[in-house]
């Protein structure tokens, strides 16, 4: 089975560096543009399931490759939306560190331990991206070539979680507009391709 996954398109959040988690943001006009380029990309690789989480922003990234492939079944998964951010969502660092500095600095300080007020424990957003991946795993068949598009932070979960490596969570990068490639099998996780 080929899992291959894909970091939604930019959105103006994205450019104003602001935390947007659970925000139903749309994508902007580059966003769009990188929407285009992927389904180029991966159209070759002849997927056949489409996952989405229930964001529009990795249902907007979808559309030019459902365009293309009309017949390809899509398959809603909310366990695999971004991490929520509670309160600190729709705001930028500073304006955190302005409304909520002892908190701020306290996350900033563990990000994966420490959980401020109304933000998603990162040990229940961890649990809840493994259940929707080994939900699609155990209902996909072996020739499966699955395209997964969704948001970053649900991307890196999904890599420590494939390839049990000792890479740093925040190091793991998947940019917009390239794909990632897994050969999923019982046995192991080889990582094919990264960031094309």
Known sequence: MKLIVARHGETLMNQ????????????????????QLLAEKVLPLKPTLLVQTNLRRTQQTLVPLRQSLPQVPVLTLPDLAEKGFGRWEGLDANQI?????????????APLTY?????????????RVDRGLKW?????????????VAHLGTLRVIDQLLLQDQTYFYDRQFQ???????????RQVPLVVRNQ
Not at 115 to 127: A, G, L, N
Not at 176 to 186: H, I, N, R
């Open 97 to 109: 560190q302005a409304q909520d500095p002892d908190h701020w600095q306290r996350w900033l300080a």
């Open 136 to 148: 699609l795993k155990q209902h996909a068949v072996a020739t499966e070539v699955i395209f997964l």
């Open 176 to 186: 917009s507009a390239c794909y990632t490639l897994y050969e999923w099998d019982a």
């Open 16 to 35: 104003q560096r602001k935390f947007y988690g659970s925000l139903n943001v749309v994508l902007d006009k580059v966003g769009q543009q990188q929407a």
């Open 115 to 127: 959980t401020p007020p109304s933000v998603e424990p990162f040990h229940d957003f961890e649990t």
